[in-house]
């Protein structure tokens, strides 16, 4: 079965710094990648996917991710942090026919 | 065009109660998914759903949960004589039919159930 794994449970970024939150996937083969975003309180809101080409996927809100088979990785990136990026952030995989595995996820704080 | 809708948004329920979450997909969509998002962890997939028919219960829970989607009218989620262990928050997903694999799942804000 296919498992995600967000290594860092909590990064504190400042604000205007560069970021990168990891995510490590267990898969034989291409896997269907997805970023999504929760802000306190809310639901989640898909920020990218990967399912084939360009490794290099960008999204909403200036987010950024490459899919590196080599290292079974999908890290998320962003040049420029805000302070509305504070959020919990959930990377995923697609397992069988549409069920979604999530990441335990990494808490985002920006410091001002 | 609405998103995917889930009310309440807030349920407080004894134990032994039943507690039933109502989702509306997004126009268009007959695929329906829902997800359990135990306090600091990640979301844990429970059913999907097409109008009519169960097609994955495999993280369901065996005993006191059950879902549908009917023809008409919104997904229920159902659980009956709730424990303090089913505090949780409940999301809902949707997709529109066509290729599964490549469908973006929309999430609904969720429904955060408190058993006292």
């Known amino acids: 079965a296919q498992s995600v794994t967000q290594p860092d449970i909590h990064i504190t970024v400042s604000e205007g710094a560069s970021l990168e939150l990891r995510c490590n996937y267990s898969?034989?083969?291409?896997?269907?990648l997805f970023w999504y975003v929760q802000s306190p309180g809310q639901g989640l809101q898909l920020l990218l996917k990967?399912?084939?080409?360009?490794?290099l996927v960008q999204g909403i809100k200036g987010f950024e991710a490459e899919f590196k088979r080599s290292q079974s990785s999908f890290n998320l990136r962003k040049p420029s942090v805000h302070w509305s990026d504070a959020a919990e952030y959930f990377c995923?995989?697609?397992?069988?026919?549409?069920?979604?595995?999530f990441g335990q996820g990494t808490r985002l704080t920006i410091n001002p | 065009n609405a998103g995917v809708m889930q009310n309440p948004r807030h349920l407080v329920r004894r134990r032994g109660q039943e507690a039933r979450l109502r989702c509306s997909p997004m126009?268009?969509?007959?695929?329906v998914y829902w997800y359990r998002q135990l306090p600091e962890e990640g979301l844990k997939f429970m059913v999907y759903?097409?109008?009519?028919?169960?097609?994955?219960e495999s993280g369901m829970p065996k005993e006191r949960f059950s879902a549908e989607f009917p023809k008409e009218g919104p997904s229920i989620l159902r659980i009956q004589q709730v424990v303090r262990g089913d505090s949780a928050a409940y999301f809902c997903?949707?997709?529109?039919?066509?290729?599964?694999?490549?469908?973006?799942?929309?999430f609904g804000p969720g429904t955060r159930l408190l058993v006292l």
């Open positions: 997903a949707s997709s529109s039919a066509g290729l599964p694999i490549q469908e973006t799942q929309y």
């Open positions: 990967y399912f084939s080409g360009d490794t």
């Open positions: 126009k268009g969509h007959s695929h």
């Open positions: 995923a995989v697609i397992q069988g026919a549409q069920k979604l595995v």
């Open positions: 759903l097409q109008k009519e028919n169960i097609i994955d």
């Open positions: 898969y034989g083969a291409t896997p269907y």
